[in-house]
């Protein structure tokens, strides 16, 4: 009789963005200090930690919208290594591919405001990826009855509601087929009903098996809805793991000083 068979896909975890010793400097302000994460396909990742320490900066390395001084970024198959020097052409080409992976929300929507949601949908995949207009627009139209738009595709931004917006802004995200959702403060332009919108189309994403990295204020989606928290402080990943652990018996002290001023 056959043993037990551990090696099957449903046991594999499968890296899809590995970031190591990211160092981040604005003149003499040394922002990040060595920030390292590795992320599994389909987890989702709440990263947590008081106003200034690094959050917003990380997040952009990880797409190269901020370059680091020093440390790689890896998703998916794309590295970029930097070692301090001079940013090179060569360099933003791989930024510019390394991007291609990543589908970046912002707390302030940034959706086009002269083009309808569908057409904002449409735009990356059309002028980036040549997508045929008919395909565009199939994919858009699916992605915006997924985020719950269908009846908003042919309205302009600023009519919508701060959530209608914010979610038409992820179905964007969405439309470019990327391995990881980075969210930088998605609802805290929000309200929390409104809000509360925006958290259950992340929700949903996390059940289809979508990698999410999220920087957010809410610690209660952060415990709920994670696989885990991420606490930064002082430009630097203090403590990671289990949400529950986490809040329930914060490790180091700066956690739980953060996490009592925050309940
Ligand atoms: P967080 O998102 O955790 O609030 P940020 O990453 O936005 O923190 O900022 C960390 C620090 O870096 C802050 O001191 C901020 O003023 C500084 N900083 C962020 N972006 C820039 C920039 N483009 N130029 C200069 N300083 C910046
Ligand atoms: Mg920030």
């Given at each position: 009789?056959?043993?037990?068979?551990?090696?099957?896909?449903?046991?594999?975890?499968?890296?899809?963005?590995?970031?190591?010793?990211?160092?981040?400097?604005?003149?003499?302000?040394?922002?990040?200090?060595?920030?390292?994460?590795?992320?599994?396909?389909?987890?989702?990742?709440?990263?947590?930690?008081?106003?200034?320490?690094?959050?917003?900066?990380?997040?952009?390395?990880?797409?190269?919208?901020?370059?680091?001084?020093?440390?790689?970024?890896?998703?998916?198959?794309?590295?970029?290594?930097?070692?301090?020097?001079?940013?090179?052409a060569s360099d933003e080409a791989l930024a510019h591919r390394l991007r291609a992976h990543v589908g970046m929300v912002f707390q302030s929507f940034n959706l086009f405001p002269h083009r309808t949601v569908l057409d904002n949908v449409m735009l990356a995949p059309r002028v980036v990826k040549k997508v045929a207009p008919s395909v565009a627009e199939a994919e858009a139209r699916e992605l915006l009855a997924k985020?719950?738009?269908?009846?908003?595709?042919?309205?302009?931004?600023?009519?919508?509601?701060?959530?209608?917006?914010?979610?038409?802004?992820?179905?964007?995200?969405?439309?470019?087929?990327?391995?990881?959702?980075?969210?930088?403060?998605?609802?805290?332009?929000?309200?929390?009903?409104?809000?509360?919108?925006?958290?259950?189309?992340?929700?949903?994403?996390?059940?289809?098996?979508?990698?999410?990295?999220?920087?957010?204020?809410?610690?209660?989606?952060?415990?709920?809805?994670?696989?885990?928290?991420?606490?930064?402080?002082?430009?630097?990943?203090?403590?990671?793991?289990?949400?529950?652990?986490?809040?329930?018996?914060?490790?180091?002290?700066?956690?739980?000083?953060?996490?009592?001023?925050?309940?």
């Amino acid at each position: 009789m056959a043993g037990p068979e551990f090696s099957g896909p449903a046991f594999c975890v499968e890296t899809v963005l590995c970031a190591e010793s990211i160092s981040k400097s604005f003149d003499s302000n040394k922002v990040l200090n060595g920030v390292s994460l590795t992320v599994e396909r389909g987890e989702l990742i709440s990263i947590i930690g008081p106003s200034g320490c690094g959050k917003s900066t990380f997040l952009r390395c990880l797409n190269f919208l901020e370059i680091p001084d020093e440390g790689t970024v890896t998703i998916a198959d794309d590295s970029i290594r930097r070692a301090g020097g001079a940013w090179k052409a060569s360099d933003e080409a791989l930024a510019h591919r390394l991007r291609a992976h990543v589908g970046m929300v912002f707390q302030s929507f940034n959706l086009f405001p002269h083009r309808t949601v569908l057409d904002n949908v449409m735009l990356a995949p059309r002028v980036v990826k040549k997508v045929a207009p008919s395909v565009a627009e199939a994919e858009a139209r699916e992605l915006l009855a997924k985020v719950g738009l269908e009846a908003a595709i042919l309205r302009y931004p600023a009519t919508l509601s701060g959530g209608q917006q914010q979610r038409a802004a992820i179905a964007r995200a969405l439309a470019m087929r990327p391995d990881v959702m980075l969210y930088d403060e998605p609802t805290s332009a929000l309200d929390p009903r409104v809000a509360e919108e925006v958290l259950e189309v992340m929700r949903a994403l996390d059940r289809e098996g979508m990698t999410q990295i999220v920087v957010t204020h809410d610690i209660h989606f952060a415990r709920a809805a994670s696989d885990r928290i991420v606490f930064m402080d002082g430009g630097e990943i203090i403590e990671i793991g289990d949400p529950d652990e986490m809040c329930d018996n914060p490790r180091d002290p700066r956690t739980r000083r953060f996490l009592g001023a925050s309940s």
